[in-house]
């Protein structure tokens, strides 16, 4: 642990409150020998200063760095010192820029540092020099890893990521269930637009594609195949492959998922006629008859010259008699029947029960669009297409296609919902319309209906991979994110809930082919860095390069399993005792485990249960609220939360000048014994803020902020037993936009803490 560190004070985020020297003063003062080192500077990042840090580490006169200045999140990539423990203060935003005074005005231009702004930045100095007393030297695993991608998915999706996998030095291993390359891009005629001026679809090219796969040297091709077991972790996995009817063991560095999708069980659309009236077909079925130069009614053969397409069916409501709805008995959404003699009811009456059509309804709209085009290319003069559609969604460059789509003479676009279909007595299907741009009901008779095809991820009903993971052999929660595998589409795309498993394509989420490909790329780029990482014993994501990993003293672990079942990322195993077993690739060094051991034997070498509880303990707690205010202690997520703040500061907004921020790595890593330093120092209130959590959660962990919420109300119940009023500990949801919000989330919670009053155990 470091007993050399130097305390380095940057002038100019004092904003003139502050001489430089005092504060120099105050640590050398409070902290002696510990800081051999205590300098200002008029500004910090600057080469000659950063050279003069330097020089103080390879002289050996400091051997830890504590920076008091701006917030860690700006210069970041000046104040490296390889890995010499260093330390960022924010003294800028958090402490002076965001300081309110107790009256509630902020600083006036040329006013002398008030004493709750010296009690705020004394209290972050010192926080910032205990912190980095209790970090240890850090000693990351640097495995021998494995650099083969394997690419589960042979279809247009899978074959480019391959291809970008190949192309940046990697061998590659496609595993395809089906005897040949394409998947289901080879049953297509045509694909929306890829290339300008985007009016026209365009074949595929999955042939050449599919030529380029097999010649390619780097890349071998498994098919009728399937992955049978993957075992071990990010770089070092082991994966056995059934092939041919024999077992191949492959070693595999990390993982593109690309398998696509499957239509959503056909019973959902009983309803409109589906599998009662023949010439009722899905947009599937419709381009296989294209594909296949068949454009005829399935009811008698006849040649195809009017075909209605529809795009939204979740309004569409087919009566039995007013205000009712058809009951349809059906299977489950992905085609799986249930157990013998169980049924489920459907009522079509809202997307609750087939999301994956609501999902899919952008690919919805340009399928009707570019099958309404075959309809005038087979057919240029008696072909005529209908387009009902409730919402038209092109977004993007698709605006040209849809745009070119009106102006063919032979295309019928209108918005309307479809209120009835039967069949016709000469043959042919009536469509009874309502709601139409005319304004009347209106009934159109069509040689073909078409309805939408929804995109069910392959994810939805089976595990794929067959993970020997303690949580299971696929990814958890998936009902969280309706079947689709990609665990966090905002902030992280491709990347699941098992670390080196990246998701592209329709599993991941509906698209378009063009997509796919840009989709391919990511996630071949995203294995390559994992692998990459992997192999210098470093984070891959979100914590990007984070050379830290859980350290066990397992002497002291009763075998909980808190840890292993509440990593939301599977990082985790059990050794043949029972005890915890880490994989360290796995680990996205969230902290989750840290803040679910009870027995508090799990650390990081620069963040563990101790050294936050001795900075609380730093923190200068009043005896009364007449003598220098309450005390409330803020746990900032450092993803949403603490950059939050930052915002919230810069954009001119101020706080309570007695809350005291301590940021974390995620609410999950929150350990209650930390509520329970603060309430025995004193400290009247404590806040929790982080990430939302829920079905609209954006936790860059997952699950971080949910498990804090749950551990919440152990504290509580901990709290009522002690005497203290529960309410004294809250947690708030923010995102990293929520800047306006945040100071009104401290105001309220002050005036909660103002009517309590002081804490009970203050000054005990």
């Keep these: 642990m470091p007993e050399k560190i130097g305390v380095y004070i940057d002038e100019s985020s004092l904003m003139s409150l502050f001489d430089g020297s005092e504060l120099v003063e105050f640590v050398k003062n409070k902290f002696g020998d510990l800081c051999p080192v205590v300098k200002s500077y008029p500004r910090l990042a600057k080469e000659s200063v950063v050279k003069e840090i330097q020089a103080d580490i390879d002289n050996g006169t400091i051997d830890a760095v504590c920076i008091a200045g701006p917030t860690p999140r700006v210069d970041y990539d000046v104040f490296c010192f390889g890995k010499t423990p260093t330390e960022r203060v924010n003294l800028r935003e958090q402490a002076i820029k965001g300081f309110m005074n107790p009256d509630g005005t902020a600083l006036a ?91 026209e679809a365009q074949f595929s090219g999955i042939e050449a594609l599919v030529e380029e796969i097999k010649n390619n040297p780097k890349i071998t091709v498994l098919t009728q195949a399937s992955l049978e077991k993957l075992e071990g972790a990010p770089g070092l996995y082991k994966a056995e492959v059934k092939a041919a009817g024999a077992t191949k063991a492959l070693d595999i560095g990390a993982v593109v998922l690309a398998t696509g999708w499957d239509p959503l069980n056909s019973k959902y659309y009983a ?6 009236i023949d010439d009722v077909i899905t947009s599937a079925d419709f381009e296989a008859m294209v594909k296949e130069n068949r454009l005829v009614r399935p009811s008698d053969g006849k040649a195809v010259e009017t075909v209605a397409f529809i795009t939204d069916i979740d309004k569409c409501i087919i009566p039995e008699g ?61 072909g005529l297409a209908y387009i009902f559609y409730d919402h038209m969604m092109v977004p993007g460059i698709n605006e040209l296609y849809y745009k070119a789509a009106q102006d063919n003479p032979g295309v019928m676009l209108t918005k309307g ?107 071949a780029l995203k294995a390559s860095q994992c692998i990459n990482s992997a192999s ?44 915890p077993m880490p994989n360290p690739t796995r680990c996205r060094r969230c902290g ?55 915002m919230a500061a810069l954009r001119g907004r101020h706080w309570s000048p007695y809350v005291r921020v301590i940021p974390v790595r995620c609410l999950g890593s929150v350990n209650a014994i930390w509520v329970a330093d603060a309430m025995s120092k004193g400290i009247d209130g404590v806040m929790m803020l982080g990430c939302k959590y829920g079905d609209d959660y954006q936790c860059h962990f997952v699950k971080g902020s949910e498990l804090c919420n749950r551990r919440k109300e152990n504290i509580a119940e901990s709290l009522k037993r002690l005497g203290v009023e529960p309410d004294r500990v809250e947690q708030y949801e923010v995102a990293i936009d929520d800047y306006d919000k945040v100071p009104g989330l401290i105001d309220e919670f002050m005036n909660m803490i103002f009517e309590k009053g002081p804490n009970p155990f203050k000054g005990y």
């Design 271 to 276: 309803p409109l006629g589906l599998s009662k």
């Design 536 to 579: 210098h014993g470093v984070a891959v994501h979100p914590r990007s390069g984070d050379l830290t990993y859980p350290v066990f003293n397992f002497v002291r672990c009763t075998q909980c399993k808190r840890c292993t079942e509440e990593c939301p990322f599977g990082a985790l195993d059990d050794d043949p005792k029972g005890t």
């Design 592 to 646: 989750t485990c840290m803040g679910a051991c009870p027995e508090r034997v799990i650390s990081f070498d620069n963040y563990n249960i101790d050294m936050v509880g001795n900075m609380i303990r730093e923190i200068d707690v009043p005896p009364s609220f007449d003598q220098g205010g309450p005390r409330i202690l803020m746990l900032a997520c450092e993803n949403d939360a603490y950059p939050c703040l930052d």
């Design 417 to 523: 919902t479809i209120s009835d279909i039967k069949e016709a007595g000469s043959g042919g299907v009536v469509i009874t319309a309502k709601n139409t741009l005319l304004g009347d009901e209106i009934e159109l008779e069509a040689d073909l209906v078409v309805l939408p095809t929804g995109l069910v991820p392959t994810t939805a009903h089976s595990p794929i991979l067959e993970l020997q993971y303690r949580q299971g052999p696929s990814f958890p929660d998936l009902d969280l994110f309706d079947g689709f595998a990609d665990s966090n589409y905002i902030c992280f795309p491709y990347e699941t809930r098992r670390t080196g498993i990246y998701a592209a394509g329709c599993v991941r989420q509906p698209m378009t082919m063009a997509l796919a490909a840009d989709d391919a790329a990511g996630a």
């Design 322 to 382: 007013e205000g009712q709805e058809t009951e349809v008995v059906v299977e489950d959404a992905h085609g799986d029947s249930g157990e013998e003699g169980e049924e489920e009811v459907f009522v079509f009456k809202d997307m609750e029960t087939c999301k994956h059509l609501a999902y899919s309804s952008e690919l919805t709209s340009l399928v009707a669009l570019k099958q309404a085009n075959y309809v005038r290319e087979k057919n240029e003069e008696a």
């Design 109 to 199: 231009k040329g006013d002398k540092a008030p004493e709750e702004l010296v009690a705020i930045v004394q209290d972050y100095l010192k926080m910032g020099v205990v912190k980095l007393t209790k970090m240890r030297p850090i000693n990351p695993e640097v495995p021998e890893t494995f650099k083969t991608i394997m690419v589960l998915g042979g279809g247009w999706t899978g074959l480019h990521a391959a291809k970008y996998a190949a192309s940046i030095g990697h061998d590659v291993v496609i595993v395809e269930k089906q005897d040949s390359l394409g998947g289901k891009a080879i049953g297509q005629y045509k694909t929306f637009p890829m290339k300008a001026p985007y009016t």
